[in-house]
Nanobody, 125 residues
Framework: AQLVESGGGLVQPGGSLRLSCAASGFNFSRFTVTWARQAPGKGVEWVSGIHSDGTTYYRDSVKGRFTISRDYAKNTVYLQMNRLKFEDTAVYHC????????????????????WGQGTQVTVSS
């Protein structure tokens, strides 16, 4: 059982990317899924999360620009990122927190039962 992220890449400021987090080996529809990122030289910070009931949350710095959603049929959670900024450059991970439907979401990978390998997002002109 694992989470696999995809969709990262190089994009210019103002551009868009859609990240995918696919679960294999288990159905994660009953769990919270969080997107977190780690910028160069910085710690991990949660960016967005979706609770088991579908409630969504966003870090202030991405509100209005990022949208999290889940496709139950595909067992996948997405992060649509629009109007990207230089400071969004980071490795983005998806994870399932150990705690049930927590908020705020944990920043430490140690507090996640599943943690993906990450996908690189680079915003550069």
């Amino acid at each position: 059982a694992q989470l696999v992220e995809s969709g990262g890449g190089l994009v210019q400021p103002g551009g868009s990317l859609r990240l995918s987090c696919a679960a294999s080996g288990f159905n994660f529809s009953r769990f919270t899924v969080t997107w977190a990122r780690q910028a160069p030289g910085k710690g991990v910070e949660w960016v967005s999360g979706i609770h088991s009931d579908g409630t969504t949350y966003y870090r202030d710095s991405v509100k209005g620009r990022f949208t999290i959603s889940r496709d139950y049929a595909k067992n996948t959670v997405y992060l649509q990122m629009n109007r990207l900024k230089f400071e969004d450059t980071a490795v983005y991970h998806c994870g399932i927190p150990i705690a049930h439907d927590p908020y705020p979401f944990p920043n430490s990978p140690d507090e996640y039962g599943f943690w993906g390998q990450g996908t690189q997002v680079t915003v550069s002109s």
